[in-house]
C-alpha cells in the first residue's frame, strides 16, 4: 500500500532554505494531483509553530501532518529527501520529510504500519536514508 501512495511522490533536492519551505516542498506532488489543498500544507506548518517539532519522530525524520479538515481530499504520502539537513525549531535537523494526509480517522493507519516496520528495520532506514534514486526509495516498500 506505501508503495503505491508513494510512487508518484517522491522527490529529492539539495538544500532548502527553511523548514517551512521544506514542508511546501515535500507536500507539493500532492497539492498538484489535488489530493491536498494549500490549506492542508499551511495547517501542517501552523502545528509546528503551536506545538513545536513533533513530527521528527527520529532523528532527521520529520513526518508532517495535519487535520483531515483543514484540507485532505483523500488519504496519500509523499517523500522528500534533502543532501544537507533543513533546521527545524529547538535546533533539530531533518534530511527526509514524509508527508502523511489521512482522509479519515483511521485510513492512515496501514500506512502507518508499513512505514514503521522500515523505520524499525536496520538495514531498510540506512538505505532509506542513503537512498538518492526514487527505484531505491521503493524498492524499501511492501
Known amino acids: 500500500m506505501l508503495k503505491e501512495y508513494l510512487k508518484e511522490n517522491i522527490q529529492f533536492a539539495g538544500q532548502v532554505s527553511t523548514w517551512q519551505q521544506a514542508i511546501r516542498m515535500a507536500a507539493e506532488p500532492m497539492k498538484a494531483r489535488g489530493d491536498?489543498?494549500?490549506?492542508?500544507?499551511?495547517?501542517?506548518?501552523?502545528?509546528?509553530?503551536t506545538n513545536g517539532p513533533y513530527i521528527i519522530i527520529m532523528p532527521h525524520l520529520a513526518?508532517?501532518?495535519?487535520?483531515?479538515?483543514?484540507?485532505?481530499?483523500?488519504?496519500?504520502?509523499?517523500?522528500?529527501?534533502?543532501?544537507?539537513?533543513?533546521v527545524f525549531p529547538e535546533e533539530k535537523?531533518?534530511?527526509?520529510?514524509i508527508v502523511l494526509a489521512a482522509k479519515g480517522e483511521d485510513t492512515h493507519l496501514e500506512l502507518l504500519a508499513e512505514l514503521t516496520d522500515i523505520l524499525m528495520?536496520?538495514?531498510?532506514?540506512?538505505?532509506?536514508?542513503?537512498?538518492?534514486?526514487?527505484?531505491?526509495?521503493?524498492?524499501?516498500m511492501i
Open 36 to 49: 491536498i489543498k494549500e490549506g492542508y500544507i499551511e495547517a501542517m506548518i501552523q502545528n509546528v509553530l
Open 121 to 140: 528495520d536496520e538495514d531498510k532506514l540506512k538505505q532509506l536514508f542513503a537512498g538518492t534514486r526514487k527505484q531505491e526509495i521503493l524498492e524499501l
Open 63 to 86: 513526518l508532517p501532518h495535519a487535520r483531515p479538515e483543514t484540507g485532505v481530499n483523500c488519504t496519500g504520502m509523499s517523500f522528500l529527501k534533502l543532501e544537507k539537513p533543513v
Open 93 to 97: 535537523p531533518v534530511t527526509v520529510i
